[in-house]
């Protein structure tokens, strides 16, 4: 699959995983009036995610090592769902109408869910 292909079903996937989880999550919202309007919404959304993910996400693990260790692992919910919310700070800040009403439980269940929707998605999608 092509560089530009894989990055434009992964882009659709994580889009589709965000209006999932604003359908099934309470206190996940997507306040647009136009279908137009929400796809273009969680397509910026779902960019702004990876950008969080790609630049934090290895920064945290290196510096958090030790309490990853220290909890099995299960520190990584914690560090998700606060990345998940500052995807929707930032969203906000950029004018968005995506919004995330807090930590636990919205931020912590809607990283969890992008996660395995995603992860699923690319399991059935990434045919070579």
Same mark, same amino acid.
């Given at each position: 699959?092509? @560089?530009? %292909?894989?990055?434009?079903?992964?882009?659709?996937?994580? &889009?589709? +995983?965000?209006?999932?989880?604003?359908?099934?999550?309470?206190?996940?919202?997507?306040?647009?009036?136009? &279908?137009?309007? &929400?796809?273009v919404?969680?397509?910026?959304? &779902?960019?702004? #995610?990876g950008?969080?993910?790609?630049?934090?996400?290895?920064?945290? %693990?290196?510096?958090?090592?030790? #309490?990853?260790?220290?909890?099995?692992?299960?520190?990584?919910l914690?560090?998700?769902?606060?990345? #998940?919310?500052?995807?929707?700070?930032? +969203?906000?800040?950029?004018?968005?109408? @995506?919004?995330?009403?807090? @930590?636990?439980?919205?931020?912590?269940?809607?990283?969890? @869910?992008?996660?395995?929707?995603?992860?699923?998605?690319? +399991?059935?999608?990434?045919?070579?």
């Open positions: 699959m092509g @560089f530009l %292909k894989g990055l434009l079903i992964r882009l659709g996937g994580t &889009a589709l +995983a965000f209006w999932l989880a604003t359908l099934l999550i309470p206190g996940i919202t997507l306040d647009t009036g136009s &279908a137009t309007d &929400a796809v919404t969680l397509v910026l959304v &779902a960019v702004i #995610f950008v969080v993910n790609a630049v934090l996400q290895p920064i945290i %693990k290196t510096v958090g090592c030790g #309490f990853y260790l220290l909890t099995l692992g299960l520190i990584a914690v560090v998700n769902g606060l990345l #998940f919310l500052l995807t929707s700070w930032i +969203a906000g800040e950029a004018g968005l109408p @995506f919004h995330v009403d807090g @930590f636990w439980p919205e931020a912590v269940l809607g990283a969890l @869910f992008v996660g395995v929707v995603t992860w699923l998605l690319g +399991a059935l999608l990434d045919r070579d």
